[in-house]
């Protein structure tokens, strides 16, 4: 399976941003996509992810009811909508293959880099 993220950029606080993951490869339909990010001196934290079939998702509470994230299989890419953004959410942004919602991640796409001014 391999995932690229991509959408990053500067934003500022308080505003929108929605970054993408491509994924691809022959048994991609049965992982499901997380997206995670990690800023400077912290660890990869968890965000938010959702089911192949895109009926079941789950966030973490820090992002819960600011960030969305969806999926268009028909042009194999996952979404994470980014709203009502904090300079706490800077952080380079990676999606990943984990099987199930709460699956280890098996596969991981390169980061986007997200930045958001005060």
């Known amino acids: 399976v391999q995932l690229q993220a991509s959408g990053g950029g500067l934003v500022r606080a308080g505003g929108s941003l929605r970054v993408s993951c491509s994924v691809s490869?022959?048994?991609?339909?049965?992982?499901?996509t997380g997206w995670f990010r990690q800023a400077p001196g912290k660890e990869r934290e968890f965000v938010a992810v959702?089911?192949?079939?895109?009926?079941?998702?789950y966030y973490a509470d820090s992002v819960k009811g600011r960030f969305t994230i969806s999926r268009d299989n028909a042009k194999n890419t996952v979404y994470l909508q980014m709203n009502s953004l904090k300079p706490e959410d800077a952080a380079v942004y990676y999606c990943?293959?984990?099987?199930?919602?709460?699956?280890?991640?098996?596969?991981w796409g390169q980061g986007t880099l997200v930045t958001v001014s005060s």
């Open positions: 959702i089911t192949w079939r895109g009926d079941t998702t």
């Open positions: 990943a293959a984990q099987p199930g919602l709460k699956g280890t991640p098996r596969y």
């Open positions: 490869g022959r048994h991609s339909n049965s992982y499901a």
